[in-house]
């Protein structure tokens, strides 16, 4: 049996947990710290909202600096088809525009593999 949306989160500096709460507020939602649930609990839900922040800017990959970067391979590994996936980000966009929410996409890519 499914367990409707999970709100996963990672954060550097706490920002991310703090839109996260915020959205967890509007949705109804608990905002979980995602090294707090395991990458094969992911199938477990109808639906996921996974945010992080952009850290390590302008790098090829692992560019959460959070657990995200953990556990991207082991997501790609995992049956979701059929799952919708929400990702949102923070970002610097004044310090390092080029590079903005860099994060998000490699999270998304992720999850579209």
Not at 16 to 21: G, L, N, P, Y
Not at 59 to 87: F, H, N, Y
Request: aromatic letters at 8%; glycine letters at 12%.
């Amino acid at each position: 049996a499914c367990r409707a949306v999970a709100l996963l989160y990672s954060t550097q500096t706490g920002n991310t947990e703090h839109v996260a709460s915020k959205l967890g507020e509007i949705c109804g939602l608990e905002a979980t710290e995602v090294s707090d649930v395991a990458v094969t609990d992911f199938s477990g839900f109808d639906g996921l909202i996974v945010g992080a922040p952009t850290w390590h800017t302008d790098a090829p990959d692992q560019r959460s600096g959070t657990a995200w970067d953990d556990m991207l391979e082991e997501i790609k590994g995992i049956d979701l088809a059929g799952k919708p996936v929400a990702v949102f980000g923070v970002g610097d966009s004044v310090s390092y525009g080029e590079n903005f929410c860099d994060a998000i996409e490699e999270i998304h890519d992720t999850f579209g593999a």
